[in-house]
């Protein structure tokens, strides 16, 4: 029964997205249903198929390998802190810290011209797939490795250059994106094998959204990919860039344990506020579980676990990825409580894999004022709630694909 509620959930958002498109006439079908005819194939092929699971916990594995690799240094400055927790890995050691080593390798590969490289031929092959416009398919495999706002920063020229509506077509994809330089993170507190699965899905998911919400027709003449900066020209001396590049990790550290703690405790002033009106069930978890419920049973849910599934989907919105993360870290490597159950350890670990939340449209939003002209930079700003919604979507769209091959 479940599995027909799955099922029946994944037509669900489609026909969300539909209903609440902007231009329901120009929807390319046939290059939507290619793109979410391929997505399912990569769901089943990740979670069910012998060499895709091989090639997912490999995967895993190789992210598992740097951050024990970045322990070493944090052994050598900290020693303390990987025996503060009962000998135990905590949020600063597993996921904050080995970002000053995944951040400047995978800098480096970009520094070689070879992550370039890839992201180049793997968006002609999904452009030639898919039937999306050349530049929204390398700009969905560019975002994997640059992240939301640095992949719309070198991509400053393509943006003046398209018009508004296709700008929106980029604003909803990067709601979805990951930086390739967390996933190592990522992989330390939910199961590794899961965070590599909706990565993919998240990619696809994103086209196939964003062309129902959104559909644009782009002219062959159009179709064109300027030049991306940074390709061409005299590259800064190695050390130079590499220790911009340690710098730059360095920030992201600070500017991610700043926004969990604050968002955390601000959570907890909020409920203790609501706590002073003597309804105990007047929480936010409770409240995102309300709000969030009808989607949560959509993805193959009792109501008693929708429900919480809910309140952590909520959560992650309104805050981020991280704060839910931490929370559920425990349980779902344990596999216990909510988490014995496989397929709810597999869609909140997908729906989590992904930026969309409150903040992102923040930095989305003033990123495009910095790079495109006002009109576009207004068009955008005006369509805020569909950039939130294609993000929730796409998540929504990921989880229960992938849900769907494990129970």
Same mark, same amino acid.
């Given at each position: 029964m !479940?599995?027909? *509620?799955?099922?029946?959930?994944?037509g669900?958002f489609? =026909?969300i997205?539909?209903? =609440?498109?902007?231009? /329901?006439?120009? $929807?390319?079908?046939?290059?939507?249903? +290619?793109?979410?005819a391929?997505? =399912?194939l990569l769901?089943w092929?990740?979670?069910?198929?012998?060499?895709?699971?091989?090639?997912?916990?490999?995967?895993a594995?190789a992210?598992?390998?740097?951050v024990?690799?970045?322990?070493?240094g944090? &052994?050598f400055?900290?020693?303390?802190w990987? #025996?503060s927790?009962?000998?135990g890995?905590n949020?600063? +050691?597993?996921?904050?810290l080995?970002m000053?080593?995944?951040v400047?390798?995978?800098?480096i590969l970009?520094?070689? /011209?070879?992550l370039?490289?890839?992201i180049?031929w793997?968006g002609?092959?999904?452009?030639?797939? +898919?039937g999306?416009?050349?530049?929204?398919a390398?700009?969905? @495999?560019?975002?994997i490795f640059?992240?939301?706002?640095?992949?719309?920063?070198v991509?400053?020229?393509? =943006?003046q /250059? @398209?018009?508004?509506?296709?700008?929106?077509?980029l604003?909803?994809?990067a709601?979805?994106?990951?930086?390739?330089? @967390?996933?190592?993170?990522y992989?330390?507190m939910?199961?590794?094998?899961?965070?590599?699965?909706?990565?993919p899905?998240?990619?696809?998911?994103?086209? &196939? %959204?964003s062309?129902l919400?959104?559909?644009?027709?782009?002219?062959?003449?159009?179709?064109v990919?300027?030049? %991306?900066e940074?390709?061409?020209g005299? /590259?800064?001396?190695?050390?130079?860039?590499?220790?911009?590049?340690i710098?730059?990790?360095?920030?992201?550290?600070?500017? @991610?344990?700043? #926004?969990?703690?604050?968002?955390?405790?601000?959570?907890?002033?909020?409920?203790? $506020?609501?706590?002073?009106?003597?309804?105990?069930?007047?929480?936010?978890?409770?409240?995102?579980?309300?709000?969030?419920?009808?989607f949560?049973w959509? !993805?193959?849910?009792?109501?008693s676990d929708?429900?919480?599934?809910?309140?952590y989907?909520? +959560?992650?919105l *309104? #805050?981020?990825?991280f *704060? %839910?993360?931490?929370e %559920?870290?425990?349980a779902?490597?344990?596999?216990s409580?909510?988490?014995?159950?496989?397929h709810?350890?597999?869609?909140?670990?997908?729906?989590? #894999?992904?930026?969309?939340n409150?903040?992102? $449209?923040?930095?989305?939003?003033?990123?495009f004022k910095?790079?495109?002209?006002?009109?576009?930079?207004d068009?955008?700003a005006?369509r805020?709630?569909?950039m939130?919604?294609a993000?929730?979507?796409?998540s !929504?769209?990921?989880?229960?694909?992938?849900?769907?091959?494990v129970?």
């Open positions: !479940l599995v027909v *509620v799955n099922i029946i959930g994944i669900a489609v =026909l997205a539909y209903a =609440l498109s902007n231009n /329901r006439r120009q $929807i390319q079908w046939r290059s939507v249903s +290619t793109v979410l391929l997505e =399912l769901a092929l990740f979670t069910q198929f012998s060499a895709g699971r091989a090639a997912v916990l490999w995967s594995q992210f598992s390998w740097l024990s690799a970045a322990s070493k944090i &052994a400055a900290f020693p303390e990987l #025996t927790n009962n000998g890995p949020f600063v +050691t597993a996921a904050l080995p000053l080593l995944v400047p390798l995978f800098d970009a520094y070689l /011209r070879f370039p490289w890839v180049k793997v002609k092959g999904l452009s030639k797939i +898919t999306q416009p050349k530049f929204e390398f700009f969905s @495999i560019e975002m640059l992240g939301n706002t640095e992949v719309l920063a991509s400053k020229a393509q =943006l /250059r @398209i018009s508004p509506q296709r700008n929106l077509t604003a909803m994809m709601m979805s994106c990951v930086s390739a330089a @967390i996933i190592g993170s992989t330390q939910v199961p590794g094998q899961y965070v590599l699965t909706a990565i899905l998240n990619i696809l998911g994103s086209i &196939a %959204v062309a919400l959104n559909p644009v027709h782009v002219p062959a003449k159009d179709d990919i300027v030049q %991306v940074g390709e061409a005299q /590259r800064e001396p190695f050390f130079s860039f590499l220790g911009g590049s710098l730059g990790a360095g920030k992201l550290v600070l500017i @991610i344990a700043a #926004t969990v703690i604050a968002f955390v405790s601000l959570g907890e002033l909020i409920n203790q $506020i609501l706590g002073l009106t003597g309804w105990s069930f007047l929480t936010l978890e409770n409240i995102f579980g309300v709000l969030m419920f009808p949560a959509l !993805l193959g849910f009792s109501v929708a429900f919480q599934l809910a309140q989907m909520g +959560t992650k *309104v #805050t981020n990825e *704060v %839910v993360m931490g %559920v870290s425990k779902m490597m344990a596999g409580g909510l988490f014995q159950n496989a709810a350890r597999i869609v909140l670990a997908v729906f989590l #894999t992904s930026f969309a409150f903040g992102t $449209i923040g930095m989305i939003v003033a990123c910095g790079l495109v002209n006002q009109e576009t930079n068009y955008i005006a805020v709630p569909e939130l919604l993000g929730i979507l796409v !929504l769209l990921s989880s229960a694909m992938a849900g769907l091959f129970w």
